[in-house]
């Protein structure tokens, strides 16, 4: 009788251990999910700015702004590039808060974002 309540006590014991181990992995590889989705989202903001610099050095962006004078051509790419160094921001870290601190001064939110690190 004592080996056979021994024996249930130790079964229930292993159930509940590797039960709350199960669910401890499932929570570390959810968290590990999270990171490698996020750097993934960073990684493709990051590009997505990178291929429009590259738009913006060819013919066809050059024959559309033309016309318009040097200021208005460099307004015209921060305009451009300004969504996604907001979202660039986002995915780093910075809320919405943050952001509205820089007082929609575009150059600045370029620049912070052009100054995250890779």
Same mark, same amino acid.
């Given at each position: ?38 750097? +993934? ?10 291929n429009l ?5 060819? +013919? ?6 033309s016309g ?17 160094? +907001? ?13 509205? +601190? ?11 974002a052009f100054?995250?690190?890779?």
């Amino acid at each position: 009788m004592k080996k056979l309540i021994f024996t249930l006590a130790c079964a229930t014991t292993l159930v509940f251990t590797s039960c709350s181990e199960d669910s401890h992995q499932e929570k570390e590889t959810q968290d590990r999910n999270q990171v490698v989705a996020a750097n +993934k989202s960073v990684n493709k903001t990051q590009q997505e700015i990178e291929n429009l610099l590259k738009h913006f050095t060819t +013919k066809d962006y050059h024959s559309s702004v033309s016309g318009l004078t040097k200021e208005e051509v460099q307004k015209d790419m921060a305009m451009k590039l300004l969504p996604k160094c +907001k979202q660039l921001l986002m995915e780093n870290g910075y809320t919405e808060e943050d952001i509205n +601190k820089f007082d929609n001064d575009y150059k600045t939110i370029i620049l912070t974002a052009f100054n995250l690190k890779k």
